[in-house]
């Protein structure tokens, strides 16, 4: 093997880009803080069984999974966060008043990675609303996931709906479904196959069109569902889209399901300018409690990685200082904001240190004039 390479889907952060990530976390940390979000931090792994059963779909999905040599149980690595911090909700702060509001940030490693994102570690920073399920909740947990993105400097930045439960409601009342073909139709209603959806049920034809620009899709959604099954549904996303407001741009996709298995009525994915795949996503869901109760949740999670590529080289404004600076006056201009690098030997130079602006004659001066 050789020195220095590392497996497929993982790699290192360097300077100055590692730095960058840590003041993006630190900036959306700070903004769900800002709305009573308070950090936890779960380990990086935990029993498998414990965590394959927090939430109701697939809290194991992708995970890597290795035997424990001091308690011989399977561990699994966190593919997500999101089922750690359903299990602090239900036992270490089940006695805490609802709603508990949570923030997080930590690196997950998945088994595999999709084509479009190769990465298998990222860094995934979130919000969970913890025992409230209702439009209010959803629209706090929304408008927060947009201030998160803000915060982050995301550019041009868009919400895609989608209304993970659509099928079932509609086939369980209005549109009936035979059962052994619900799943078959779910998928081709995932992937917009209008030719596969008219043979398994030509009724639900309407749903591959009702996708696009947030107003017409709802639109066409209401007009399709005559008996109001839909109704509460439509009419919570609506109030959540008013209160976003302009802010950012809108769709609805009402039949996408990959990637929001576990929501329940509502589920979003984030984008961010020109980045081809979504840098985030979020959603109403369920915990599971130990003796089998349900509850209620809605948070999202932002995809750190791609929108710290999407920012581009940080600033790096570094100030050398030459041997002999008094320790004083390097103080003085950290205190300034100035990131200073003292020379710890004659030969030191700015060069070497990267740095872009020299201590001279009391002041910071370019280096390029050196």
Partial sequence: MTAGLL???????????ADAAAALEARVLEAARMHGYERVDPPLAEFADGLATRLKAGGLTGAVRYVDPVSGETLAIRPDITAQVARIAATRMAHHPRPVR????????????????????????????????????????????????????AESPSI????????????????????????????????????????????????????????????????????GALASRLD??????????????????????????????????????????????????????????EETATGFSLFADALVRQGGSPDRRRLFLPLGTPPAQGAAMRAQGWVTVAALEAGDTPEAQLCTHVWAGGEARDAASF
């Fill in 7 to 17: 497996p497929e889907g993982l790699h290192d952060v360097l300077p100055p880009s």
């Fill in 102 to 153: 949570l923030s997080y940030a930590g690196a997950v490693l998945r088994l595999r990675s999709p084509q479009l994102a190769p990465e298998r570690a990222q860094r995934q920073i979130g919000c969970e609303l913890i025992g409230l399920d209702t439009v209010a909740a959803a629209a706090e947990v929304v408008g927060v996931a947009v201030e998160a993105l803000a915060a982050a400097g």
């Fill in 160 to 227: 895609d709906f989608t209304l993970p439960d659509l099928l079932d409601t509609l086939a369980a009342g209005p549109l009936p479904v035979a059962p052994d073909r619900i799943a078959a139709l779910r998928d081709r209603l995932d992937a917009k196959d209008a030719g596969s959806v008219a043979a398994l049920a030509p009724e639900y034809l309407p749903l591959v069109e009702a996708a696009g620009p947030f107003a017409p899709a709802l639109e066409r959604l209401r007009a399709l569902d005559a008996a």
């Fill in 236 to 293: 919570g996303l609506e109030r959540i889209a008013a209160g976003i407001g302009g802010a950012v741009t809108l769709t609805l996709d009402p039949t996408e399901r990959h990637g929001f298995e576990y929501q329940s009525w509502l589920g979003f994915s984030l984008f961010s300018g020109s980045i081809g795949r979504e840098v985030g996503r979020g959603g109403t869901y369920t915990i599971l409690h130990e003796d089998g109760a």
